[in-house]
């Protein structure tokens, strides 16, 4: 089984960047097989990796409902996933990308979400990590789209409401009973060194944060050029902060 990494926290502070850079670090270490996870509706995590998606989780969805493949609960039927899988899933150079979406119908989330977890479970024995970038909020945790997980990497921008929501996702994972190794906190698009009052409520919160990551002209290029996270370039201080971090992880 692959060793899981969920990055999740609130809208804003940088979870995809943090997402792609984290799957960037990991290729450049040759760390192993990669899965990337995109978990959010509104999928971007693709375009800062460079991959084209040709099929989401949501619309193999509507082509399922099209062709009568729903049961009455819901739940899509085995063999119908295991027939489709390959079509959701696009190949990178170094990694492979599933990414959720959403359907055109309403209530096609929750169809979604049950059938992104049945992607996982069949998926995760393929790789040797698996790099979950999770929606804005806490709607990922209480459906438990996100389970059996190593690391739960919670970023924050520099702010007390950011941290405050962390510290919200970490207490909900707790009350949901979810799998998981080990909670860090990522302080994210930080200008120079954090305020001291803000190190001071992480503290309160007990929180340990695993790593900053400074705010990089770098980043605001390529997000400006649609370029790919891969043509960051070695030196930028955002990768070189998460290669850190990914050390820290030993992976």
């Not at 990308?97 to 979400?113: D, Q, S, T, V």
């Not at 999770?134 to 997980?149: C, D, V």
């Amino acid at each position: 089984m692959g060793i899981n990494i969920a990055v999740a926290g609130k809208g804003g502070t940088g979870k995809t960047t943090t997402s792609a850079l984290l799957i960037r670090s990991m290729i450049d270490k040759k760390a192993g097989k990669i899965l990337a996870l995109d978990a959010d509706p509104n999928s971007n995590l693709n375009e800062l990796l460079g991959i084209k998606i040709n099929m989401t989780v949501g619309q193999l969805v509507e082509d399922f409902k099209k062709n009568g493949a729903v049961i009455s609960s819901g739940i899509y039927k085995d063999q119908m996933v295991e027939m489709n899988i390959h079509q959701a899933v696009a190949e990178g150079k170094d990694f492979d990308l599933l990414a959720m979406g959403r359907g055109e119908g309403p209530g096609c989330y929750c169809a979604a979400n049950n059938l992104f977890k049945k992607y996982i479970d069949m998926l995760q024995d393929s790789y040797d990590y698996i790099v979950m970038d999770n929606e804005a909020g806490m709607e990922h945790l209480s459906r438990k789209t996100t389970h059996n997980i190593r690391y739960l990497l919670l970023i924050s921008d520099p702010s007390l409401r950011g941290v405050q929501t962390a510290a919200r996702l970490r207490d909900l994972s707790k009350e949901l009973k979810i799998n998981i190794g080990k909670v860090f906190l990522i302080l994210s698009r930080v200008d120079n060194k954090p305020d001291n009052r803000l190190l001071d409520f992480v503290k309160e919160q007990d929180f340990e944060i695993l790593g900053i990551i400074n705010s990089d002209k770098n980043i605001i290029d390529i997000e400006l050029s649609d370029k790919s996270i891969f043509e960051l370039p070695p030196e930028s201080t955002s990768l070189q902060q998460v290669k850190e971090i990914v050390k820290k992880l030993e992976i």
